[in-house]
């Protein structure tokens, strides 16, 4: 059994700063990918950020320079720092994982169960 758990939304005013978390657990042998998605409302759920096992990242346009992915491989916890926030950033954020699990050669993809971000005066 996998669980990834998420944490750190909430409301902000614009230009602000928030912190998400996403932590895994259950029998993981291995976490190749750690990434957050985000969906607002009408709109298709989007990659916000992510970051592979040999540490390369990746970023959407509307985020870079603004938005950091952060992992402790340790913890199998993955961290998205948001600063200069905007209304438009306003979605539900999603932790997904991909995975393999304890004697299993397969690789899995877990999503978590969601958190919401609102920016807005």
């Known amino acids: 059994q996998v669980r990834l758990v998420e944490s750190g939304g909430g409301l902000v005013q614009p230009g602000g700063s928030l912190r998400l978390s996403c932590t895994a657990s259950?029998?993981?042998?291995?976490?190749?990918?750690m990434a957050w998605y985000r969906q607002a409302p009408g709109k298709q759920r989007a990659l916000v950020a992510g970051?592979?096992?040999?540490?390369?990242?990746d970023y959407a346009d509307s985020v870079k320079g603004r938005f950091t992915i952060l992992r402790d491989n340790a913890q199998n916890t993955v961290y998205l720092q948001m600063n200069s926030l905007k209304p438009e950033d306003t979605a539900v954020y999603y932790c997904?994982?991909?995975?393999?699990?304890?004697?299993?050669?397969?690789?899995?993809?877990?999503w978590g169960q969601g958190t919401q971000v609102t920016v807005s005066s």
């Open positions: 997904n994982v991909h995975l393999k699990l304890a004697g299993s050669p397969l690789i899995f993809d877990y």
């Open positions: 259950g029998t993981i042998s291995s976490i190749h990918a």
């Open positions: 970051v592979t096992d040999g540490a390369t990242t």
